[in-house]
């Protein structure tokens, strides 16, 4: 049964371990993800996007070594694997998991970054289905990042295009608009995410929730709830 959904980004700039200088400048967006993630029951499933589809279950565990300081995280506080490598929808939904509700359980699915829209809507229908027939409630997380090109020192430069994609994708997620999603443009670095929640959510309606909204660095980063509305 799904419960709830929560949104965030997944910059490793939020982690103050890794954000140095940073951490302040970003410390509200930090506050607003950990919220968003509280407010998911004790089942999560993760939906983030990678180098290749991927299912990651709740025994992982993981490090941000690869992003300058060794900071673990598991999936569950039952994760008895080896630390591994994993994406860093995983690594972050994992640290999220940590901060919001240590005793929260976590399976990642991972969705290449290369499959068109009405694909990745797919995806997002075959997940509904399997969620609805779990009988506890379930929390999904979307890990999912914006535009890329929003200032000069961004990753992608800047361009006024991705200003209007992240405009846009900004304003529905704010609206908890589901339809909106599954035409969202190459601009934004979480496509595939978002339009798996396209698929995953339906027509609704949903109540959203906007807790935080920016562009460090450039890139623009949302994070919200949305709950099954009437």
């Known amino acids: 049964m799904l419960a709830a959904i929560?949104?965030?980004?997944?910059?490793?700039?939020?982690?103050?371990?890794?954000?140095?200088?940073?951490?302040?400048?970003v410390a509200g967006l930090r506050?607003?993800?950990?919220?968003?993630?509280?407010?998911?029951?004790?089942?999560?499933?993760?939906?983030?996007?990678?180098?290749?589809?991927?299912?990651?279950?709740?025994?992982a565990r993981g490090t941000f070594a690869g992003y300058g300081a060794d900071v673990p995280v598991a999936l569950s506080p039952?994760?008895?694997?080896?630390?591994?490598e994993l994406?860093?929808?995983?690594?972050?939904?994992?640290?999220?998991?940590?901060?919001?509700?240590?005793?929260?359980?976590?399976?990642?699915?991972?969705?290449?970054?290369?499959h068109d829209g009405?694909?990745?809507?797919?995806?997002?229908?075959?997940?509904r289905a399997e969620i609805d027939g779990i009988a506890e409630p379930?929390?999904?997380?979307?890990?999912a990042d914006g535009a890329t090109a929003l200032s000069p020192t961004a990753p992608g430069g800047h361009d006024a295009?991705?200003?209007?994609?992240?405009?846009?994708l900004d304003s529905a997620l704010s609206?908890?608009?589901?339809?909106?999603?599954?035409?969202?443009?190459?601009?934004?670095?979480?496509?595939?995410?978002?339009?798996?929640?396209?698929g995953l959510a339906g027509p609704g309606p949903w109540a959203a929730t906007e807790l935080a909204r920016g562009a460090p660095f450039g890139v623009g980063y949302y994070v919200g709830t949305w709950r099954p509305g009437t």
Do not use: H, K
């Not at 506050?31 to 709740?58: H, Y």
């Not at 039952?78 to 591994?84: E, I, T």
């Not at 035409?183 to 798996?196: F, K, M």
């Open 6 to 25: 929560a949104l965030t980004p997944t910059g490793p700039v939020l982690i103050p371990e890794l954000a140095g200088a940073a951490a302040a400048e």
């Open 175 to 198: 609206r908890g608009d589901a339809a909106a999603l599954a035409g969202l443009p190459s601009w934004i670095a979480g496509r595939v995410a978002y339009q798996v929640l396209a």
């Open 31 to 59: 506050t607003a993800s950990v919220a968003a993630a509280a407010s998911l029951p004790q089942l999560w499933i993760a939906v983030g996007v990678g180098p290749a589809d991927e299912v990651i279950g709740p025994q």
């Open 78 to 84: 039952r994760a008895g694997s080896p630390v591994a």
């Open 161 to 168: 295009d991705a200003e209007s994609a992240q405009t846009a």
């Open 138 to 143: 379930v929390g999904v997380l979307v890990l």
């Open 87 to 114: 994406p860093l929808c995983a690594l972050f939904g994992a640290w999220l998991r940590g901060q919001a509700n240590p005793a929260a359980v976590m399976q990642v699915r991972v969705y290449a970054t290369d």
């Open 118 to 127: 009405p694909a990745a809507v797919a995806f997002g229908r075959q997940l």
